[in-house]
């Protein structure tokens, strides 16, 4: 083979290789990022919806303050029961009035407000949570000041004398409780298929030097 023939396999493997390795070295960094988590103290709130902010208050209420970010008036008019009352408007003038030591759980009529808070409150650096529905949403489940929510009724199936008397007994093996295994720190730490990655490197790093070897012949 003359040497011009060499010359141009030459330089089209060493460009196959080329963009190999910036295609393994894309897809790695690309990995990376998604699993590398927001900093901490980054501006950011969460939304829940009224169940889990029930849930919240019922547990911990010590540890949560529910903000109203509604006006005066409608909060006087009606109000979730334990909720303390900062309007919108007034939220920039009073923030220190918020102990930055609890969460926040804010709502309004039906959110809109409460976003708006949220954002202002998380750039704070307080941990908030969106109360997503708001006032309108929780009194359809929950009480507040001046209303309770109506029971659901459940209508009562009615059974054949030979369905009644039957009594089914679940088999332990047909219901089985998945128990999630906890991954190891280190596992959680490793990109899926970077063994294989490197693999692939090395090979064509090899190739490249064979190829260095039968240019210089």
Same mark, same amino acid.
Request: with cysteine.
């Given at each position: 083979?003359?040497? *011009?023939?060499?010359?141009?396999?030459?330089?089209?493997?060493?460009?196959?290789?080329?963009?190999?390795?910036?295609?393994?070295?894309?897809?790695?960094?690309?990995?990376?990022? &998604?699993?590398?988590?927001?900093?901490?103290?980054?501006?950011?709130y969460?939304?829940?919806?009224?169940?889990?902010?029930?849930?919240?208050l019922?547990?911990?209420?010590?540890?949560?303050?529910?903000?109203?970010?509604?006006?005066?008036? &409608?909060?006087?008019?009606?109000?979730?029961?334990g909720?303390?009352?900062?309007?919108?408007?007034?939220?920039?003038?009073?923030?220190?009035?918020?102990?930055?030591?609890?969460?926040?759980?804010?709502?309004?009529?039906? *959110?809109?407000?409460?976003?708006?808070?949220? &954002?202002?409150l998380?750039?704070?650096?307080?941990?908030?949570?969106?109360?997503?529905?708001?006032?309108?949403?929780?009194?359809?489940?929950?009480?507040?000041?001046?209303?309770t929510?109506?029971?659901?009724?459940?209508?009562?199936?009615?059974?054949?004398?030979?369905?009644?008397?039957?009594?089914?007994?679940?088999?332990?093996?047909?219901?089985?409780?998945?128990?999630?295994?906890?991954?190891p720190? *280190?596992?959680?730490?490793?990109?899926?298929?970077?063994?294989?990655?490197?693999?692939?490197?090395?090979?064509?790093?090899?190739?490249?030097?064979?190829?260095?070897?039968?240019?210089?012949?």
């Amino acid at each position: 083979m003359d040497r *011009g023939n060499k010359n141009k396999i030459f330089f089209g493997v060493l460009i196959l290789i080329s963009l190999s390795l910036l295609l393994l070295l894309g897809s790695s960094i690309a990995y990376a990022a &998604e699993l590398t988590p927001p900093l901490p103290g980054a501006p950011n709130y969460i939304n829940i919806d009224v169940e889990k902010a029930h849930e919240m208050l019922e547990a911990n209420l010590e540890q949560v303050i529910l903000l109203d970010v509604r006006t005066e008036g &409608e909060y006087n008019a009606e109000y979730i029961p334990g909720a303390i009352n900062i309007p919108l408007s007034d939220l920039e003038s009073r923030i220190d009035e918020l102990d930055s030591s609890k969460a926040i759980i804010v709502y309004c009529k039906t *959110g809109s407000r409460s976003r708006t808070a949220s &954002e202002t409150l998380a750039q704070r650096g307080f941990v908030v949570y969106n109360m997503e529905g708001g006032i309108t949403a929780w009194k359809e489940k929950f009480a507040t000041s001046t209303s309770t929510p109506k029971p659901t009724q459940t209508p009562t199936p009615t059974l054949s004398p030979a369905v009644a008397t039957a009594t089914l007994t679940p088999s332990p093996a047909a219901s089985p409780i998945l128990t999630p295994t906890p991954v190891p720190e *280190g596992e959680r730490r490793r990109i899926p298929g970077f063994e294989a990655s490197v693999a692939i490197m090395m090979l064509l790093i090899l190739t490249l030097f064979m190829l260095l070897r039968m240019r210089g012949e």
